[in-house]
């Protein structure tokens, strides 16, 4: 395997796919996401303050972009 920092792997099975988001996951993303019942169960520990609640798909694909430019 590469270097996982250099090029993220894709990991794909009959049930899922594992790979980095992209800007074309926004909108099923942002299913839930913008869903207040969901928002207790994320985890934002040393997350930049975020607390991963995005009611509109502007704020998902900046979050999306805060990504993109982190790794």
Not at 16 to 22: E, K, M, S, W
Not at 40 to 65: L, V
């Amino acid at each position: 395997m590469s270097n996982v920092y250099a090029e993220c792997p894709i990991f794909e099975s009959e049930r899922f796919v594992l790979r980095f988001v992209t800007k074309e996951d926004s909108t099923d993303l942002l299913k839930v996401y913008s869903d207040k019942n969901a928002l207790p169960f994320f985890n934002s520990d040393n997350c930049h303050g975020d607390n991963f609640y995005y009611p509109t798909k502007e704020k998902m694909d900046k979050a999306i972009d805060f990504l993109v430019l982190l790794f």
